[in-house]
């Protein structure tokens, strides 16, 4: 007797599909972290080049005419108006666009321009060095420098509004009068004794000062020691404490005579996201007000940060476009890239020794003048001339 047996079809089973289904899942789901792990170190990669190329920038330009940019330079017009006068108000980032591969963008704002942002015929004309830097009409203040971004940075501007900006100069470790460096918006000096251009020299203890030249020949400390930049977060209208500045109070029981920590509290802090501020406190919270959100800006809420609190801490101001605790951040993982002032490029972690944060400032009589700082080893290296001692391993 014959028997015969049927041949077993050929093809997956449905539980051989479901097998194969659940271990493609796990893989992607242990190689996931992994290819986004990458794509940040590559973007925190690019960002560090960018760092690398601003403090080459400032370098030629240092060789070129023998100083740093002047961070809250510009011109004054013959008083015709803000339109027509940036009022001394320009941040060190537009003085370096030459030597950054930004000519043409120079050109356009180093000789008048005749239209407006929609290219229509303007009479008369925007000034050399253009107007005030929030005018959202001069196309240049428009214009976005891709080497200004960081591109871990996600947040991108609309069309018409004032381009961004992730990198900002380092003022040092005293907020006294740094917003202005005691010249008024008409380049004359001002002769107070306390904060006046000569009096408040005593202050100006990093290597930007508003509306002084800096030299590296003014940099004691050696510039290996010394930061020049470094990271700020873009506001992302969030209420982010890196992304947003507290009005602090301003006057003579104003913020400049508090310590650094006094708005680390539940107060201002969200106790439950300590990362953004209370749902009470009082911000700056236009959208063109927050940090990075002005490149040509050279308030210190848009372009400058202190060594004070330590990196991705909190912004607080006296009020807008004051003086102020202001920063360093980055949407990098634990830490900011800074800019020494001899062109390295270091990676600085949050966790940084800051030394005492119940300290008052530097400034207003609080401190004395030439003291080492008292913000640790963040605060020394924000000064260009103390002579405190560092760790070389740092």
């Known amino acids: 007797m014959n028997v015969r047996f049927g041949r077993r079809p050929k093809g997956f089973t449905l539980v051989e599909l479901l097998v194969v289904i659940a271990i493609i899942g796990v893989m992607v789901g242990l190689l996931l972290p992994a290819v986004q792990a990458a794509r940040e170190a590559a973007r925190r990669m690019s960002c560090g080049n960018n760092v690398k190329q601003i403090g080459l920038g400032l370098h030629n330009y240092h060789a070129a005419y023998d100083r740093l940019p ?57 000034p050399a060095m253009g107007p005030n830097p929030w005018n959202e009409n001069y196309q240049p203040w428009l214009t976005q420098v891709p080497g200004y971004r960081c591109p871990s940075d996600p947040i991108e501007k609309l069309a018409n509004s004032l381009a961004f900006n992730n990198y900002s100069a380092c003022t040092g470790d005293a907020l006294y009068e740094q917003h202005h460096g005691g010249v008024w918006e008409d380049g004359n000096p001002s002769g107070d004794p306390n904060w006046g251009a000569e009096a408040g020299s005593r202050w100006a203890r990093g290597v930007f000062r508003a509306r002084h030249w800096s030299r590296f020949r003014d940099i004691t400390d050696g510039l290996s020691n010394t930061i020049a ?136 009589g609080n401190q004395q003048p030439g003291q080492i700082s008292p913000f640790g080893l963040w605060g020394s290296l924000g000064t260009k001339n103390a002579k405190e001692t560092l760790d070389p391993n740092w």
């Open 70 to 126: 002047m961070h809250a330079g510009g011109t004054r017009a013959s008083g015709i108006g803000p339109d027509f006068d940036n009022r001394h108000n320009l941040s060190w980032l537009v003085g370096i666009l030459p030597f950054i591969e930004q000519q043409a963008l120079w050109e356009r704002i180093s000789a008048p321009l005749a239209v407006n942002r929609d290219n229509s015929v303007r009479i008369p004309p925007f």
């Open 229 to 364: 930049a470094g990271e700020n977060v873009v506001y992302n209208l969030s209420r982010e404490i890196t992304g947003v500045g507290l009005i602090g109070g301003d006057g003579g029981s104003g913020m400049e005579f508090q310590p650094a920590n006094t708005w680390m509290t539940p107060v201002f802090i969200d106790a439950l996201r300590p990362r953004f501020w209370t749902a009470t406190a009082n911000l700056d919270t236009p959208p063109q007000h927050g940090r990075g959100r002005r490149w040509v800006n050279a308030s210190p809420q848009f372009t400058c940060f202190l060594t004070i609190n330590p990196p991705n801490s909190y912004n607080v101001m006296a009020h807008h476009n004051s003086r102020g605790l202001y920063s360093a951040s980055s949407r990098h993982q634990g830490g900011v890239h800074v800019l020494m002032a001899d062109g390295g490029v270091k990676f600085v972690t949050d966790s940084i020794e800051a030394g005492n944060q119940a300290t008052i400032p530097f400034g207003a």
